[in-house]
């Protein structure tokens, strides 16, 4: 459906609206999920959301119910819709392997103000096919397709750029941004080719886990990288490169940093579990070490065992780093050592001293003893807001 509707898009000059959803494939074995979807007509009659008949009128959601026993195709029907091909293989058309966009606007007119784009591109187009006698072809097409003509002056200024050496199609710029269809453009002979417009990120999305992880569409496609490689372009591309097989083109850190900027205002959030929490990381590898192998007296702190009261639990710190680092399931990258022991302190109201054991000074943490299957933790008290 994706697919179909980029091509629709592009032949109706409108190869620049979103198409949802934005993505071709998720990876929900991952946690991804897909952009949302408006429902139409949530709200019943009240709907601002609605389709229209063919003269332009909304329709009441009945009525749209009988539009799509009229209309609606099977998916069959569907993949088997095609356009009616012109035949433009013949040497004597003069848009003979074009791009779609400029057969586009061959036929639609090129609208006022946009006339030297498109000419700039028909003689792209016209370099690419005819080496000897382009130039004076850019005269003809100038005649055919602007409607009125640029100023013979204006189409020498052309000439004279497009001399200086090989330019690519300006994929980018209007008018023939909105008839763009990149895939079919690189099939032609005269195509885009090599100079293919570079991949586009549309969306991005975060895992709310932690560390998050987000997952950036790119032209319907996903890629899942680690914030450390969203906010680099470099590592980016090196990402995109070994998941779709498509790098990035050198973007500037400015340009990289407004374009996540921009992105970011849009930013859809997906729900992570629970589990996923570095605070319920912590509580259950913390729990796991301090109730399954503690020690029986308080001397035994200084084998590298925890102990622990009725009350409270002690502990070395370097010994409960250790066991982090055993368990292979702890972000030490993310979280090192002053920053997990800022944790404990935060989630268990955790502290260190030093305590004398078999009389020589040991530095412990002390905190509430807490259980496997109910850690307790510290209730952070809200200070009140300084307004009504």
């Known amino acids: 459906m994706r ?54 009128n909304c329709l009441t959601l009945n ?7 009229k209309y609606s195709l099977s998916e069959k029907e569907l993949a088997n819709v095609k356009k009616t091909k012109e035949k433009l293989e013949d040497d004597n058309n003069p848009l ?22 498109a000419m700039y591109n028909f003689g792209v187009y016209l370099k690419k096919r005819h080496s000897s006698d382009w130039d004076l072809k850019m005269y003809d097409y100038n005649k055919k397709y602007c409607t009125p003509p640029l100023e013979r002056k204006e189409i020498e200024i052309l000439i004279k750029s497009l001399e200086r050496k090989e330019y690519q199609y300006k994929c980018k ?15 032609q002979e005269f195509g885009v080719g090599d100079g293919a417009p570079s991949p586009t990120i549309t969306e991005i999305r975060k895992y709310d ?15 899942e990288v680690d914030d450390v490689t969203l906010h680099d372009s470099e590592k980016f591309s090196v990402a ?17 940093r407004k374009m996540l900027i921009h992105l970011f205002k849009n930013l859809g959030e997906v729900p992570a579990p629970e589990s996923s929490k570095i605070d319920v990381q912590v509580k259950e590898l913390l729990a796991d070490f301090i109730n399954k192998a503690p020690g029986k007296e308080m001397k035994d702190i200084k084998r590298g065992l925890p102990y622990s009261d009725e009350k409270e639990s002690f502990f070395k710190f ?28 935060s989630l268990f109201d955790a502290k260190e001293n030093t ?9 412990i943490i002390e905190m509430k003893t807490i259980k496997l299957d109910k850690p307790n933790l510290r209730k952070t008290s809200m200070k009140d807001v300084p307004f009504a």
């Open 3 to 56: 697919v179909r509707l980029k091509k629709i898009a592009a032949e109706l000059g409108y190869a620049k609206a979103e198409i949802f959803p934005k993505q071709d494939y998720i990876r929900a074995d991952r946690g991804d999920t897909g952009s949302f979807l408006n429902l139409p007509y949530h709200g019943g009659d009240k709907t601002i959301r609605y389709a229209f008949d063919d003269e332009g």
């Open 240 to 256: 995109s490169m070994n998941q779709l097989g498509r790098p990035m083109l050198p973007v500037g850190k400015i340009i990289w």
């Open 173 to 187: 710029d209007e008018p023939i941004q909105s008839f763009c269809n990149a895939k079919l453009c690189v099939t």
């Open 96 to 117: 003979k392997g074009a791009p779609p966009c400029l057969i586009a606007i061959s036929k639609e007119g090129i609208p006022n103000g946009q006339r030297n784009n």
């Open 318 to 345: 370097k010994d409960f780093w250790r066991y982090l680092q055993r368990s292979k399931s702890w972000p030490d990258k993310t979280y090192p050592k002053q920053k997990t022991l800022r944790l404990l302190e």
């Open 209 to 223: 886990s932690d560390p998050p992880i987000y997952f950036v569409t790119i032209d319907g496609e996903s890629v």
């Open 355 to 363: 305590k004398s054991i078999e009389g020589k000074n040991t530095r």
């Open 63 to 69: 009525q749209f119910f009988n539009m799509y026993e």
